[in-house]
């Protein structure tokens, strides 16, 4: 096509255009296919240049002309030109507020035609998803999300979208979804997807333990504690004491005033510990029964007296390490190296006494 032709093939659509006055939401992809052969007919550097000076000048009078926008955004990205290749941004633009997902698709094709960029995928993704083709708007989410790994709507929509086919896959792109949630300040999106992900993933505790940081760093304490909920009930379910206890002591100590919590715990306690001998009479001097008893201490009180046991062990500040014989509701006997048989009060031993763990002991 040579100059003229090309003028005059301009002017026409320029003219068509005016006169028809269409609406944006009535343009569907023939008007694009014109567009396209006669921008495949352009030949030669000076021939594009003429393309884009007119269709600038035309820009000038008519700011909304999609045939003069749709050319210079094409030529920019033919021409490499940054200052010209964001009219095509600026169609994506209009088309998706006008929910005209099949024109949307294909200028977006046509960017990417130049090499991806994340603007044209997310628009390609959106429109194969209004136009029900989610299969097809797989490997866009895939390529957008090594853009950004933490695109956390893009992460969400593939792990529903292969949770049946691609289940291990489908978890991943959860966690990477919260993740992002919460370095964007979203927190309101996090709920849904931590509770479908304990639902299928409750056993990796170290990720759910690292994105419970992130938010009591990020001051969401009261949203840590109901996120929390939701696992717990999973190990409490599973039959898992010792998970639980430990997941019932951080809810309590984000939500200190949660007394539901508080008794959920003293009924894993005595799950745990019922059979101490002692189990009754710690339970009462920590005061983690008494809900007005700060439950911080409560907790810190119990399970430092727990442990004072037959069989376990204890140091004394003088005395050294010494094993504990006996135990009642009053006294507990304890042999130290120097000192047999020792006799002292409960009130006494809990005063003077360290407990040891027995995984201290060698």
Known sequence: MDNEKMLEKLNSLFKEELWGRIE???????????????????????LFQSTLDVCKSHLVEHPDSITAAYLVGLIGYHLDRMEDKFQLRKLIDLFLDNHKWAV????????????????????LATSLERLKRNKEAIPVWENLLKID???????????????????????????????????????????????????VSWEDIQFFERIERMLVEAKQRELTANLLKTLLFKYRDEENPEQSI????????YTPEDNSARR??????????????????????????????????????????????????????????????????????????????????IQMALQSLVPIKQDHIY
Do not use: C
């Open 24 to 46: 944006p939401k009535d343009i569907g992809i023939s008007k694009f296919k014109i567009l396209d052969d006669l921008f495949n007919s352009l030949v030669g550097e000076e």
């Open 104 to 123: 949307v698709e294909r200028i977006s094709e046509k960017m990417l035609e130049y090499g991806e960029n994340r603007i044209a995928l997310k628009a």
């Open 149 to 199: 790994r933490f695109d956390a709507e893009v992460a969400k929509k593939l792990a529903f979208a292969i949770i049946e086919e691609d289940p291990d896959k489908s978890i991943q792109y959860m966690k990477l979804s919260i993740e992002g949630y919460i370095k964007n300040a979203e927190y309101n999106e996090i709920t849904d997807l931590w509770n479908k992900l304990v639902s």
């Open 246 to 253: 430990e997941i019932l002591k951080k809810i309590l100590d």
């Open 264 to 345: 959920e715990l003293i009924k894993l306690y005595e799950k745990r510990y019922g059979g101490h001998s002692q189990y009754g009479q710690f339970l009462k001097l920590s005061k983690l029964n008494n809900l007005k008893s700060p439950v911080k201490h409560a907790i810190q009180n119990f399970e430092k007296n727990i442990i004072f046991d037959k069989g376990n062990y204890a140091v004394h500040r003088s005395w050294g390490v010494g094993k504990i014989e006996d135990i009642d509701s009053e006294n507990l006997i304890i042999d130290f190296r120097e000192k047999q048989g020792h006799r002292m009060s």
